[in-house]
Structures are given as C-alpha cells and as structure tokens.
C-alpha cells in the first residue's frame, strides 16, 4: 500500500519514480533535480538529525540538556565493542545497578529499534543477563530505562513545524462477557489485527485480559483520534521538533501519573496501521506524504 501511495503522489506530481534496492530505495525526478525516500524517511531531515532523532540514548541527553521532560534512558555497549567510547558502558553490572536502583522494575531495549521490538520489561532479576545476550545478538547498543505507569501515549507526526496529526493509541485490553473466547473479544477490539493467543478460552464476566503492556501499533494497539489536552500536546510537539530538528517524523508523548514526557522519535513516518484501521487512513497518509515530497523538492530552491 505504502509503495503504491508514492506511485499515485509521484504521478499527481509529474514525478519520474524508481523502485531500487529491492523497493527499499525510492527515487524521485524532477526538473534534472533527485531527492530520495529510504524506507519511510524522506529526504528532509539532515543526516546527523536523522540519527540524534533515532537514537533513544542521544535524543534523551540532548532533550534533557534542554530541560524537556522526557523518560530516563541509560546506555550499555555490547562486551565486544573495545571502542575506547564503550569502555565504562560495556560491564552487564550496570544492568543489576540500574535494576536495584529502580526498585526491580526496568525495561531493556534496543537503543535504536522501532515498532516495539526487542523491548522487554523485567521484574525479574535473573532475566537481565539472559535479555541482554538476546539483544545484543542484534544490536550495537542497548537503552535501560525504569518503567513508567502509562496512563496514555499519544503519537504526534510533524511536518515543517506543523502539527499534521496527533492520535492516541490505545492498548488492546479486553473485558470477559462470560460468553466470548480472549481471541473473539481481541478481534471486535481490533479486526485489523491478526492476535496470536497461546492459550484461548472464555473470559469470565468483567474479568480484564491485557494483550500487551506496549502501545506500539504493530502489537495491535488501536488509534483513536480523540485526543485530551491536544493543544497543550501540539505545543510540547513543535519545542521537541524544533529541538531535535525534526523537519518530518514523529514524536510520541506519554501521560504519567508525574505529568507528560516524551517517549521516544522517530526520523521515519509509517503510517501503514492508519492506513489499514480508519476509513479515511489512505486519505490522511496519502496528503502527508504529498506535502512531504512537494517540500522535498522546494528545499532547495529558496
């Protein structure tokens, strides 16, 4: 769907469009002049922006160094790295430390993963050696955090220093009739997602099934565009973005019993389970990108 969105914009637009890379690399045409969307990042963002943004640890410190409040992050190298950068951050003690110092309750993920994978949250002490290695089979660094009581999260997409759109997400959590199995009840709460249920059976009447404890939509998280305090949200936004120099991404906010702070960026805008769950999500996606890729090649001629 993704794909064919950008064929439609590029036709609309008058665009050359190549596929390249296995349809990875998109390349535009126009007026002798080329700009490139890789994945769902669109030839806006600077480079070193780009990985500020992606990169939990740094986008933590530099929001931090701003006072923006804003989920506490700690950084760990993996054994390997003999970097001399890595040489303090490397000991898996750092992990027990932080574990203790959290009062037993930390999440451990990949410090530059998106759509929810490889987050874990450990209550359990003798998990964190065990995480770890998993992790760093696949990653260079790793971001601990303490855990958060999230009352909401709500996911803002920025283009230009405008706000395009902000919505909630919320948590595929189910309440038993007493006549309905987990997976029937998942699928009313969200038909657009395929839920893997290991052990399926009726759930007693009121009683409360939580799928997942994450937010992210590729977990079958569902959107709602009824969002709370959304100028006070809009507002946090934009001083994030213009922090972080975010010219198109994404920001998303949680709501704690402390307050609001921001939860983590993203340099790519992905907007496929939009897509796939509201009527009109093809519509909403489709005029963002285009204005996206209009800008993409207006950059360079002012």
């Not at 993996?78 to 992990?95: C, F, R, W």
């Not at 963002?288 to 993409?296: F, G, H, N, Q």
Request: proline content about 3%; overall charge neutral.
């Amino acid at each position: 769907m993704y794909q064919n969105i950008i064929k439609e914009i590029s036709e609309e637009l008058g665009l050359k469009i190549h596929f390249l890379s296995n349809n990875w690399l998109i390349m535009l045409e126009k007026d002798n002049q080329i700009r490139y969307i890789t994945g769902y990042k669109f030839d806006l963002n600077s480079q070193s922006s780009s990985l500020s943004i992606d990169d939990k640890y740094a986008m933590y410190e530099i929001l931090k160094n701003k006072n923006i409040p804003v989920i506490t992050h700690h950084l760990m190298y993996s054994q390997s790295n003999n970097e001399p950068y890595a040489k303090d951050y490397k000991d898996k003690s750092l992990a027990h430390k932080y574990f203790k110092k959290y009062h037993s309750n930390i999440v451990i993920k990949n410090n530059t993963g998106t759509c929810g994978h490889d987050v874990y949250h450990i209550t359990d002490e003798k998990e964190i050696d065990i995480t770890l290695d998993k992790i760093f089979k696949k990653a260079h660094s790793i971001s601990i955090c303490p855990f958060y009581n999230i009352i909401d999260e709500y996911r803002i997409i920025i283009l230009n220093n405008h706000v395009k759109l902000i919505y909630k997400k919320v948590r595929p959590i189910i309440y038993g009739d007493g006549i309905h199995t987990i997976s029937y009840l998942l699928k009313e709460f969200n038909s657009n997602y395929q839920y893997k249920i290991l052990d399926d059976y009726i759930l007693p009447k009121d009683k409360e099934y939580m799928y997942t404890w994450l937010h992210n939509l590729s977990n079958g998280t569902k959107i709602n565009l009824e969002v709370p305090n959304k100028e006070y949200l809009i507002n946090f936004a934009k001083e994030v973005a213009n922090i972080l120099n975010i010219k198109f991404g994404s920001i998303d906010i949680i709501n704690t019993p402390s307050g609001y702070l921001v939860l983590e960026c993203n340099s790519g805008v992905m907007m496929n389970n939009l897509i796939n769950q509201l009527p009109n999500g093809k519509a909403i996606a489709k005029d963002i990108y285009k204005e996206a890729i209009k800008l993409m090649f207006q950059e360079y001629n002012q």
